[in-house]
């Protein structure tokens, strides 16, 4: 009986030990998940408590109030939410679950696809925090207060697509991180800010941010020479340069882009102006640069230097076309001043010869004029033969010679 009693007892052990070696695995693995789960809540909490503070700056901002974990996810204001497939967390509809009792507790799944607070007195800084999300598509936190600079991080959050940082206070240079945002980026917005130094260009060759359509960079204090990498932005529509210190020319590849909107006022730019064809961009585009930009639609360019080759070759042609064409009607107007006056010497002739006709008695008609000089007598053979000597003139009347006669006496 006491055999049987410790068979039951070790057979019972036995299979007890097993089934908790079963067991384990399962429950090793729930909680992994679970842990996992908790720690991107909470991640992800922290990581928007910390971009409160950063944001909020001394003062209490009643719209980041919202952003506190006993407050359901769609009412912190200015948050958009997405589950981990992408589909997005509806809002709109008040009565639903989601509105009153949804949190990041509750579904560790969500992950923050907007963050939307223009005109909401933030007074703080741009936190590092921002380059955390890794679905965060668009961020708008346009006419605050914000001060510092613009954190190298913001580069990291790769799906952003749309940024708007304009009106603002923000300061120092442009990091180049933010062309790690090229290949989603539509539209970055920094205008009216106090941002410097010369704009980056991106780390890789040839970025052609073939997504981006808006590039606004205006009012600031950006300065150096044109951004030429802008003109490998295909897909551009608007550029805004304007009131900055940019110098030096513009470039020609610029017209290529299919640009609905620039503006390059107020800098001190030089040089000719590309040709962007018919009257696409009006002058208020383009004034308040150096006296030396010229090209449409500002004044026209004078002298050489500011002329392409083209240009060039073709004023030399015209010029050359001129010269061919004046030469022509030059040598026309003389052979025809030459033909004139010759004709009015043969007139003048036939004029005197028909006075001298007419005092000599000579015949009439078609019959030739016999003219008598009176002192011919002295005059010989071989002065008359080398009369013919030297021929003046010849018309249809006859011919005209010259000769100095060797002889006493005059020649009437």
Do not use: C, I, M, Y
């Given at each position: 009986m006491e055999i049987l009693k410790r068979f039951f007892l070790h057979t019972f052990l036995f299979y007890f030990v097993v089934g908790l070696n079963i067991s384990s695995p399962t429950e090793s693995a729930s909680t992994s998940s679970s842990s996992s789960s908790s720690s991107h809540s909470a991640d992800v909490e922290l990581l928007l408590g910390n971009i409160k503070a950063s944001l909020q700056g001394n003062t209490q901002n009643l719209l980041l109030s919202s952003w506190n974990s006993s407050v359901p996810l769609c009412q912190w204001r200015g948050l958009k939410w997405v589950f981990s497939n992408g589909s997005p967390l509806l809002c709109n509809d008040l009565s639903s679950p989601q509105w009153t009792n949804l949190s990041l507790s509750r579904d560790p799944s969500l992950h923050l696809f907007s963050l939307q607070l223009p005109s909401a007195n933030l007074s703080g800084s741009l936190p590092r925090e921002l380059g955390e999300f890794s679905m965060l598509k668009s961020l708008y936190l346009n006419i605050n207060f914000l001060s510092g600079t613009i954190p190298l991080e913001l580069g990291y959050s790769s799906s952003l697509s749309d940024i708007d940082l304009g009106n603002n206070l923000l300061s120092g240079d442009l990091a180049p991180s933010i062309w790690n945002l090229c290949d989603n980026l539509v539209s970055l917005r920094l205008h009216a800010n106090s941002l410097s130094g010369s704009l980056p260009e991106p780390a890789l060759p040839n970025s052609t941010c073939k997504n981006l359509q808006v590039l606004d960079f205006g009012e600031n204090k950006f300065s150096g020479n044109f951004p030429e990498f802008v003109t490998q932005f295909g897909g551009l529509k608007e550029l805004d340069l304007g009131n900055n210190m940019f110098s030096g020319p513009i470039p020609a590849s610029l017209a290529q882009l299919n640009l609905e909107k620039l503006n390059l006022s107020h800098n001190n730019f030089s040089g000719v102006?590309?040709?962007?064809?018919?009257?696409?961009?009006?002058?208020?585009d383009f004034e308040g640069n150096s006296p030396g930009l010229c090209g449409l639609p500002l004044k026209s360019c004078s002298g050489s230097s500011g002329l392409s080759p083209g240009a060039i070759a073709g004023i030399v042609i015209g010029l050359m076309a001129?010269?061919?064409?004046?030469v022509s009607l030059l040598i026309g107007y003389?052979?025809?001043?030459?033909?004139?006056?010759?004709?009015?010497?043969?007139?003048?002739?036939?004029?005197?010869?028909?006075?001298?006709?007419?005092g000599g008695g000579g015949g009439a008609g078609d019959q030739g004029r016999l003219i008598l000089f009176q002192g011919g007598e002295h005059l010989t053979l071989d002065d008359v033969l080398n009369a013919t000597g030297q021929v003046l003139e010849k018309t249809s009347y006859g011919t005209v010679y010259k000769q100095n006669f060797q002889m006493e006496g005059p020649l009437l």
């Open positions: 102006l590309p040709v962007f064809g018919g009257s696409k961009f009006g002058v208020e001129a010269t061919v064409v004046f003389v052979q025809n001043k030459k033909k004139n006056s010759r004709a009015e010497s043969e007139d003048e002739l036939e004029e005197e010869e028909d006075e001298e006709s007419g």
